[in-house]
Structures are given as C-alpha cells and as structure tokens.
C-alpha cells in the first residue's frame, strides 16, 4: 500500500506519511503507559517541576565534564532548545570551582543556522546558537575554570574537522530536544525526491549521514520562528549544519529533553512509541533512535497533557 501524501509539505517526508493506525495508537498513550514503554536500552523519566526538570538537565553536564582527564578526555554535546539550563550549568561549575580546564573537558554544539551565502551565521546573527551556548554559559563561567576555546566545538567552517573531533574525544552524552517535525539537532526528514519519491529512505541509508548542511522542512521554519523569533518567519534561515547519525551513535549516551515547548503533546507520544517498540522510520528521524543502545527520554509531567479535541 503506498505511503500517504504528508499533510503539511507535500514535496517532504514526515510523521504524517506513518501508518495511520500507529498515529491513533500514539494518540491514546496516557502518562502511565509513557512510564510503561521503558525497556532495556531506552529510558523514560519524569519530573514535575521546572526547576527540577532543568537542574537535571544540567547536571548532565557536570557528570559528563567530570569523567574528562587529560589522557582519556571527554564531554558532552549540547541543544540550544531548550536552553534554560545553560546559565545553571555556568553557575554550578563556579560554585563547585571545577576545573574544566583541568579535566580537559570538552563541549559540542549540535547545530548551527547556515545563511544565504551557504555559511554558517556569525555570533553577530540574534538566533546563532554559537552566541546563545556562550551568552548563556561559558562566557558567565569563570576565566579560571572554562575550558580553552579549542575545546569547544560548533558545527561550523570545517564540517570535516567538526566531525573527526569525536573521535579522539569521548561523548558521553548527547544532549537534545526534539522539534515538531520529530528531530533532533537539525536531523529533518528528507524530501520526496528521486528514488525516495514513493518511499522514503531506509533507516541504514540515513544513519550514515555526518555533520552536513541540510534543508529543513517547513515546521521546522515555523516552529524556530514561533519559539525564537516572536512567529517572525523571515527571520528563520531555512538552512542549517547540524550533527549527523554518525556522531549521534559515538555518544554513549543520548539524551533528549521535553519541557513542551518545542513539540505537543502527540509528538512526545509518538517518538517514545516508535523507539519502544523499535519501529525506526525515516520520515520520522527521532525514531532512528530505536537502534541506539542507551536513549534517555525526559519529560516535564505538565507538558504530557493529552491528545483530544479542545477547542479555544
């Protein structure tokens, strides 16, 4: 039976492409059955406060930058959605006064937005993610403490360089949110194109992707304009680099944060779903997750809600 037409983007490949029975089962996913999809390999945990939910997520950052030292270093790789957690993770180094210089610690960006000259947008840009992880964070940490600038990471310039620097470094964790489209980092679905028209790519095709430039779908636009740019769309690039598969599964750990505020209620049913029951789908890439060995999925309780017809 061939795939339905997307809902949204003709021209792309998305969730709404799924089975329509897989979409009704994710729809009527309570609470309890979240916590139920727990299984070995893929954790979900939940937490109900805010200021919970974002100390959690920073003190990944702690952990990892504590199992660095300088002959076996290590780090994390980090998302700009959400960023809360930024100036908490800037505040506990210094409280605790450890020495990411030290432990020769490490920080990737995931992503980057790529402007009309096909390169990625200078700090000087207001939605870079390069300003906003060290406005929010290393710049507040202290001079003595703060890793060398060399140690930190961002999907810019070289990608090729971007992508080898995981190998001599350890990630211990990969950090992310999951957008409206069900990705993370900048890991769109593709375009119906090609000898993908009908189908969309199988999962071992798209795994192989690294750090690249990609073209993103138009909920992604809509959503980062929504949530970083007051709904003002001309605003958004409609590129980005972003972190591939390939650097996603050298991380030991993958970690993905939902305050709700960057998907909806169905959307953090769906993916959770899917990588449960191991049903990894191109058209929906935070399911290729289902093939890692150690996903983390968190939630803030109040953001679970529920998928039912509510008008306003």
């Known amino acids: 039976m061939p795939r339905a037409i997307s809902k949204v983007a003709p021209d792309w490949w998305d969730y709404t492409t799924l089975d329509i029975e897989l979409l009704e089962d994710a729809a009527k996913l309570t609470p309890k059955d979240l916590k139920e999809l727990s299984r070995p390999g893929f954790q979900t945990h939940f937490y109900e406060t805010l200021e919970d939910f974002y100390l959690a997520e920073a003190l990944e950052y702690i952990e990892a930058w504590g199992q660095s030292t300088p ?94 620097s995981y190998d001599p470094v350890r990630c211990l964790i990969m950090q992310g949110g999951q957008g409206e489209v069900k990705h993370w980092a900048f890991n769109d679905p593709p375009k119906r194109t090609g ?33 970083s740019g007051g709904g003002y769309v001309p605003q958004v690039p409609s590129r980005a680099c972003s972190v591939g598969p390939v650097e996603t599964w050298k991380a030991d750990r993958v970690s993905i944060w939902h305050p709700g505020t960057h998907d909806n209620p169905f959307g953090l049913r769906l993916t959770a779903l899917m990588i449960s029951k191991h049903l990894p789908d191109t058209s929906t890439p935070m399911s290729l997750l289902a093939d890692h060995p150690n996903v983390h999925f968190h939630y803030y309780t109040k953001a679970i809600g529920t998928v039912a017809a509510e008008m306003h």
């Open 195 to 227: 000898k993908y028209r009908n189908t969309p790519p199988p999962p071992e095709e798209y795994r192989k992707l690294t750090t690249r430039v990609v073209d993103l779908h138009p909920m992604t636009v809509i959503q980062n304009a929504r949530t």
């Open 71 to 164: 002959d076996n270093p290590g780090g994390i790789c980090g998302p700009i959605g959400p960023t809360e957690q930024l100036p908490l993770v800037a505040r506990i180094v210094n409280s605790l006064e450890l020495d990411l210089q030290k432990l020769d610690a490490h920080f990737w960006g995931m992503d980057e937005w790529v402007g009309p000259d096909s390169q990625p947008v200078s700090t000087t840009h207001p939605l870079s993610f390069a300003k906003a992880d060290m406005d929010l964070c290393f710049n507040r940490i202290d001079s003595k403490l703060v890793m060398p600038p060399q140690n930190i990471h961002f999907p810019a310039g070289d990608l090729a360089a971007y992508s080898k």
